[in-house]
């Protein structure tokens, strides 16, 4: 579907589209927005499936996003371009956090052979490999201030998984719970899409229950990649590309830290900026597009070297084995050292959520503590929505660890404030946050403030314990690997092989380390997909030489 309301650039969009798409697609063309509206009502009704909608940001009474934000009720899986003039790349910007575009055109795109083709190739060929047929989705029923229904959500949103959401106070969440024949004392209640029941369901149950791959396909494989964040993903897309028999395996959602991003601005290639959910996806498809397998809810706890074999242990007792190993298990925020915090985690205390909550957040006062990328970002995105955002940093100002263009933004913004050199002290409330202490760290002095929302972007603690006894790290968890093994010179203990490690490589021969739990990282998503890739062609080296 085309919509634009000038006739002329509309006759000729569909024209363009028609020419190359016809043949296999119907194209439908409007003049205005609710005008293209009702013409989805009707495909809808007679049952049709919509691939593509392209439209044009400036048209009067409702422009290319607000219509483009109405449709998405009607076809969630439709992928989203807005049409735009140079002018009005700033709406394009805009577009990728309200409909969560998926591209935007500039007008105008001669030739289309360049400029328009390749583009729509892409997204038809991308809604073509996902489940675009319409489906019951899955339920959750649980409460406002329920930890557990509050880490439901995010895994499910993480894993982009559609689901809705019910509150238990609410008359059709009640409705729901007495379906269910649940009186809400256990919750969250989760309804899968086949009518299955799940209470208080652990990830793996949850997982298994909407459709997520949580089972290997085979017992030895290539390449082993531990963690699906950008180091994991990109090994994993580097991995199968090449030739490897290659499985991912993640604890809980790929993406990693960055997955939880609103808006990453200075990756290579995205000059507008791309989500971490969108950046997550594309590389998700890329990777099983390839052949490489991704497992969900499966949590690493053992490694070990048996002959030229690697051995990965689960927490369920299964192993699979490969001939090398890529630990990209990355990093996860550290938790609050505040009274009270550990009591309202998941009670308006959040640790890295940012968007599952963002609606909850209208018109409310937000807090978040933190100097880098994730705080940053997660600041600029609340801010559309709240009251006031309010930036808790430790050091006297942003520029120790956060982007340039992140603290231009911040300071741009009216309804973000940044309060240096201040800690949380305690968490207060009853069943759910209520106040904050804050202290000023050089004076001592502190202050109560009324405050339901807080969000933790706080230091990096390395996903690592399980590798204790194994493979070597630095004294906070880090692994090491490379020259960092080599410091005089000489291997480390116990290595046998008569050249020194790879770069990437660790104590153990085979196992490589990518991305953020490497010590001395750069923890920035362009250098963590670099090392993914990295770390696959010295795969390739050691698999040579084995």
């Known amino acids: 579907m085309t919509v634009d309301d000038d006739p002329g650039v509309s006759r000729a969009v569909a024209r363009d589209l028609r020419r190359r798409y016809g043949a296999s697609c119907r194209i439908v063309r409007a003049e205005s927005g609710e005008s293209a509206l009702e013409a989805l009502r009707e495909l809808k009704l007679r049952g049709d499936l919509v691939a593509v909608i392209l439209a044009d940001y400036r048209m009067p009474q409702m422009n290319g996003i607000e219509f483009l934000e109405q449709a998405l009720d009607l076809y969630p899986g439709a ?72 880490d439901v959500r995010e895994f499910l949103a993480r894993n982009q998984v559609p689901y809705r959401w019910y509150s238990t106070d609410e008359p059709e969440g009640q409705r729901l719970l007495a379906a269910c024949g649940q009186d809400g004392q256990r919750l969250p209640v989760v309804i899968t899409a086949d009518g299955t029941v799940l209470v208080e369901p652990e990830v793996p149950e949850l997982a298994a229950h909407v459709g997520l791959a949580t089972t290997p396909t085979a017992d030895f494989y290539d390449l082993v990649v531990i963690g699906g964040g950008p180091a994991g ?14 499985v991912l395996v993640e604890r809980s959602a790929t993406g990693g830290q960055a997955g939880q991003s609103s808006r990453i601005e200075n990756y290579l290639g995205f000059p507008d900026g791309v989500s971490g959910g969108q950046l997550t996806d594309r590389a998700r498809r890329q990777a099983t597009k390839f052949g490489a397998e991704i497992l969900s809810a499966r949590e690493a706890t053992g490694l070990e070297s048996s002959g030229a074999a690697r051995l990965v242990r689960f927490a369920d007792g299964s192993q699979i084995a ?39 957040c209208q018109g409310h006062d937000v807090y978040i503590v933190g100097g880098a990328n994730s705080a940053g970002q997660a600041a600029m995105y609340l801010s559309r929505g709240a009251k006031s955002v309010t930036l808790l940093v430790r050091g006297a100002d942003l520029t120790a660890s956060m982007s340039h263009y992140l603290i231009q933004q911040i300071a741009g913004s009216p309804n973000i404030s940044v309060r240096a050199r201040t800690v949380v002290e305690a968490a207060h409330g009853d069943g759910h946050l209520e106040q904050l202490t804050l202290r000023d760290t050089t004076s001592g002095q502190t202050e109560l403030v009324d405050a339901q929302w807080l969000f ?11 590798l204790e006894g194994t493979v070597l790290r630095d004294e906070r968890g880090f692994i090491l690997a490379g020259p960092d093994l080599t410091p005089d010179g000489r291997p480390p203990a116990d290595w046998e092989l008569d050249r020194p490690p790879y770069h ?8 490589f380390v990518a991305g953020d739990a490497r010590a001395e990282s750069a923890k920035r998503v362009a ?3 670099g090392e993914g890739a990295m770390a696959v062609m010295l795969v390739h080296r050691y698999l040579e030489q084995s």
């Open 79 to 150: 992928r989203r371009v807005l049409l735009t003039a140079y002018a009005d790349s700033n709406a394009a910007i805009d577009a990728i956090n309200v409909v969560d575009l998926d591209h935007y055109l500039l007008k105008p795109w001669d030739p289309p052979e360049e400029k328009l083709y390749p583009v729509l190739d892409d997204l038809l060929e991308a809604w073509r490999c996902s489940d675009f047929r319409p489906m019951p989705s899955t339920k959750v029923v649980g409460h406002r201030w329920s930890a557990r229904s509050s």
């Open 233 to 246: 993903l990109g090994a994993a897309v580097y991995g199968a590309s090449e030739g490897l028999r290659t």
């Open 527 to 529: 250098s963590a997909v």
């Open 322 to 360: 490969a001939h090398s190993v890529i630990l990209a298990t990355g990093v996860s925020y550290r938790q609050l050292e505040a009274r009270g915090a550990d009591e309202l985690s998941g009670r308006g205390v959040f640790y890295g959520s940012a968007l599952t909550e963002a609606a909850a």
């Open 504 to 511: 990437l490589e660790t104590n153990i021969p085979g196992v």
């Open 456 to 466: 933790v972007f706080i230091g990096a603690a390395p996903l690592t314990d399980w």
